[in-house]
């Protein structure tokens, strides 16, 4: 089914004559209604076709859905303290793999990983070699942290084949959190758009694939631009590197420093 019109709201179906008034009077309904549509036009001006139960907000109330789709393997969109993403459960093979038929990108290209809180962490990589407290410094936040896998990773080893290391992410976004938490493992995580293309920073940046989601969340546009998290390698004791600027790369180099770590080329 399909609701011809410029935005969705949260309500149930509303007759066509809602879209018919002046444009005074269709201004104040949108007002009326902005907390509770699913998605903006003041954040995110679609003027789109819309599937019914393909985009909801990114709120509390859609959270349950949300994780019920991740373990059912399916592909979900989500908002991101820096980017919306596409994510699926990084323990089940089929999903991840879909992830990279979506974006169209190579499987040689490894995917990181989300989880709810930083204490997670340790279930994936290995954190031993860290000062205590150093990845509550960084996290949540915008930032990517490389680090080892080890032996004892509750990751499938069919996720990124061939690597011994995996970026970690904990986003500073509740909504994402709480299906993170929800779920009870990792979640892949990359950003939702054609491989090679510009990062979405809001839904209609990746609209040509809703379709192959489950739902995407609306979360409005995303205010940090398209630089994504800062990517940074701590696989190595007392050193890190930076593998991609990204949003926060002053902030997460001064914490490191103030950590006793040095640069690696």
């Known amino acids: 089914m399909m609701i011809q019109g410029r935005f969705l709201l949260n309500t149930p179906f509303l007759p066509n004559f809602f879209f018919r008034g002046s444009l005074k009077q269709n201004q104040r309904i949108r007002r009326r209604f902005s907390k509770n549509m699913a998605w903006s036009m003041e954040r995110c001006d679609l003027g789109l076709d819309v599937k019914i139960g393909v985009v909801h907000?990114?709120?509390?109330?859609?959270?349950?859905?949300?994780?019920?789709?991740?373990?059912?393997?399916?592909?979900i969109a989500?908002?991101?303290?820096?980017?919306?993403?596409?994510?699926?459960?990084?323990?089940l093979l089929e999903a991840v793999n879909r992830i990279y038929e979506i974006k169209g990108r190579k499987h040689?290209?490894?995917?990181?990983?989300?989880?709810?809180?930083?204490s997670d962490i340790d279930r994936f990589a290995l954190t031993d070699h860290l000062p205590h407290g150093l990845l509550d410094s960084l996290l949540p936040g915008p930032v990517t942290v490389v680090l080892?896998?080890?032996?004892?990773?509750?990751?499938?080893?069919?996720?990124?084949?061939?690597?011994?290391?995996?970026?970690?992410?904990?986003?500073?976004?509740?909504?994402?959190?709480?299906?993170?938490?929800?779920?009870?493992?990792?979640?892949?995580?990359?950003s939702a758009n054609?491989?090679?293309q510009p990062s979405s920073v809001c839904i209609k940046d990746f609209e040509k694939l809703w379709e192959h989601?489950?739902?995407?969340?609306?979360?409005?546009?995303?205010?940090?631009?398209?630089?994504?998290?800062?990517?940074?390698?701590?696989?190595?004791?007392h050193k890190y590197k930076i593998l991609r600027p990204g949003s926060a790369k002053e902030e997460t180099v001064a914490i490191l420093e103030k950590h006793g770590f040095i640069e690696t080329v």
């Open 194 to 196: 054609p491989s090679g």
């Open 148 to 190: 080892k896998r080890g032996e004892s990773s509750a990751l499938e080893r069919s996720l990124n084949p061939g690597f011994d290391s995996i970026g970690v992410r904990v986003p500073d976004c509740n909504f994402i959190r709480l299906i993170a938490r929800g779920s009870g493992t990792a979640l892949a995580l990359t």
């Open 78 to 91: 989500v908002p991101t303290d820096t980017l919306y993403g596409f994510a699926c459960d990084a323990c």
């Open 108 to 118: 040689t290209s490894p995917l990181a990983i989300c989880v709810s809180d930083v």
């Open 213 to 237: 989601c489950a739902s995407v969340y609306d979360g409005g546009t995303l205010p940090s631009g398209r630089a994504g998290s800062t990517v940074v390698d701590l696989s190595t004791p």
């Open 57 to 75: 907000p990114a709120t509390d109330a859609y959270a349950v859905e949300a994780v019920q789709a991740l373990k059912a393997g399916k592909v």
